[in-house]
C-alpha cells in the first residue's frame, strides 16, 4: 500500500485534483484506490458517490492530521491496510499542514503493515504565486510547505498565461530547485499523464 500525499496551501486546488487523479487511477490503471481527506473545503468530497466507483473514502475531522489528529490518521493507515487492502492512498491535508509532518504519521501507522511512503506532491497555484510567497502574508508557510514537496504541481494553469506559469514554476524552484515541476489543471487535463505516472512509478 503506498501513500501519497497532496498537500499545498488552502484553495490551492487539492480537492479538484485528488477527484481527477483517483478516478483516472482506478479506471485507467484499474488500481484500488483509497482517499483520506481531513477538514473539507469548497468541493466536498462525496464519500457515498466515489465509494460506488469502488474507492474507499475515509474522512479525519477535529483538527489537522499533521498535528492535534495525527495518532487518528496514523491509525486509519493501519485500518485501511487491514481492512481495504488498497493499491494506493490518496491523502489531503488542510491547506496549513506540514507536509513532513503528516508523511512522520502516515510512517507512524506503518509500522506494522506493509506501507510504501510514496511522492509528496505540493500544489502551488499559478493565479497568485506573488500573494503565496509573500513573507508578511503566508510566504513562510508556503516555503515550508514548498520545502517537503517531492513533486511540485503547479496549478490551475488554465487560467494563466504560459508566461505566468513559468514565472510561477520558477518562483517555487527558488524554494526547492531539486523538486519535479508539473504544470496541471484539473480543468484541462493538463499535467495528468505525467502526474499519473509518478504517482504509480513500480506499483
Ligand atoms: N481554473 C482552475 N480552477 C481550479 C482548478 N482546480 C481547482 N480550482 C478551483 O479552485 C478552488 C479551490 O479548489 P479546491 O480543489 O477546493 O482546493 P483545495 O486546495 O482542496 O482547497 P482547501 O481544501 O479549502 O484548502 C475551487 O473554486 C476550484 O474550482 C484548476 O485546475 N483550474
Ligand atoms: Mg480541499
Sequence with gaps: MRIVQIAGF???????LLLRLSTLLSERKGLRVALVVNEIGEIPVDGRVMEESGMKVKDIGGGCICCEVASTFARTVKQ??????????LVEPTGVAIPRQVKAAAEMGGRDVAVEIGPV?????????????????MGRLVTNQLADADIVAVSKVDAVSAEEVRRAAAAAGEVIPGATFIPVSSVTGEGFDQLLAAVVEGL
Design 10 to 16: 488552502l484553495g490551492s486546488g487539492k480537492t479538484t
Design 80 to 89: 485501511l491496510a487491514r481492512d481495504f487492502a488498497p493499491d494506493l492512498v
Design 121 to 137: 506532491i505540493v500544489l502551488f497555484d499559478a493565479t497568485r504565486p506573488d500573494e503565496l510567497l509573500d513573507m508578511e502574508l
